[in-house]
């Protein structure tokens, strides 16, 4: 049995467990559904086999060894990676400006970290990718990558890999920004099949709820103890379901019929639009500066006037973030407003 079915069937007219709302006292009515599929961990169904068999499913589906589905977001995926591939007192390489999760991984697993260093797109105002150059692996156990960054620059991740492989360092991705990229030959190629630890979130791009995500491990290590190290005992059955009603969309023909037509209607407003330039590697980041405007001229003038609000802005240019919630309604908005520029 599925999650999704677990959470249909519903069988048991009195709950004497917990969550005590007994999944029939609604105290924010707007969230009626998700009480009644809010169930406990000593439910008769045995939800642990419904979310094996889930997770089993999903590792199917991205051709990995293990697949984690995590309700505490990416920086539970990232400290489990660092947890599973590490010992106390081992060296972690990560860029300096990294999400804060992975200097929290590191300092979790009793690590030391080294930090490198990446140049800047001067003319962007962002971070490049990381190429082999720019890290030393002397010392090293593993090192965390991430890619695509926030504005969307992907790194060559089997270039990385061939340098890790060869200095018997780990390799963990995160990829907290791509999580649409195994559905679509269009978009880059995920670290999923050639990093050791990949971590994704769902509701970045891919059209989940918050905090949702995915951990995959494609070595030898199994996660599963670091996991249960700093999950709850007690998971969110509803947002776990969610997790596989997600994967299952995206794998699905519709789901990339969806993704298609996104990609189709980006490809199309960056043809029409001449205004404005457009950079990065991954289109669904909407990477844009204007000539005789500062990122954060551009931002206002995007949302004083047209009510678009992007996801970041820097000095020279703005970014806004595209996933598979959007709209060729809100694209169409978005390119009228930019034409206007």
């Known amino acids: 049995m599925s999650l999704i079915n677990l959470l249909r ?6 709950l004497f467990t917990t969550p005590s709302h007994g999944q029939k006292f609604f105290i924010f009515n707007k969230f009626r559904q998700f009480y009644k599929y ?3 961990e000593t439910d008769t169904h045995d939800p642990q086999k419904a979310l094996s068999e889930a997770q089993e499913h999903a590792k199917k589906i991205y051709k990995t060894k293990y697949t984690y589905f995590l309700t505490n977001g990416s920086t539970s995926g990232v400290i489990a990676s660092v947890l599973t591939c590490t010992h106390k007192g081992d060296k972690v390489l990560i860029w300096r400006h990294a999400h804060p999760s992975h200097e929290n991984a590191v300092k979790l697993a009793g690590c030391e970290a080294v930090y490198y260093d990446l140049p800047v797109i001067e003319n962007w105002g962002i971070p490049d990718k990381t190429t082999p150059d720019l890290i030393d692996m002397k010392g090293i156990k593993a090192v965390i990558v991430t890619s695509p960054t926030y504005e969307g620059i992907v790194s060559d991740i089997k270039s990385l890999k061939k340098v890790c492989e060869k ?3 780990y390799l963990i ?3 907290a920004h791509g999580a649409l990229y195994p559905f679509s030959d269009k978009l880059p190629q995920s670290a999923v099949n050639i990093a050791d630890f990949t971590v994704q979130s769902l509701h970045k791009t891919a059209g989940g709820l918050n905090p949702t995500a995915l951990l995959h491990v494609n070595c030898d290590l199994d996660a599963e103890a670091s996991l249960s190290m700093i999950n709850t005992t007690s998971p969110s059955y509803p947002l776990l379901a969610s997790i596989e009603a997600d994967i299952n969309y995206l794998n699905s023909a519709k789901g990339r ?3 298609d ?3 189709s209607s980006l490809e199309n407003m960056k043809n029409k639009v001449k205004n404005v330039e457009f950079g990065g590697d991954d ?4 990477l844009i500066k204007k000539e005789g405007m500062s990122g954060y001229e551009l931002s206002r003038e995007l949302f004083e006037k047209y009510n678009i609000e992007d996801e970041k802005t820097n000095e020279i240019s703005t970014m806004l973030l595209c996933g598979i919630g959007t709209s060729e309604k809100k694209l169409e ?3 009228k407003a930019l034409l206007k520029l």
């Not at 069937?9 to 009195?14: Q, S, T, V």
């Not at 289109?283 to 909407?286: A, C, E, F, G, S």
Request: glycine share 0%.
């Open 257 to 259: 019929k969806k993704l």
């Open 173 to 175: 991705v995160d990829e």
């Open 333 to 335: 908005h978005l390119k």
């Open 38 to 40: 809010d169930i406990s």
């Open 9 to 14: 069937k519903n069988n048991r007219k009195f």
């Open 261 to 263: 037509i996104l990609i």
């Open 283 to 286: 289109i669904t980041k909407l």
């Open 167 to 169: 200095n018997n360092v």
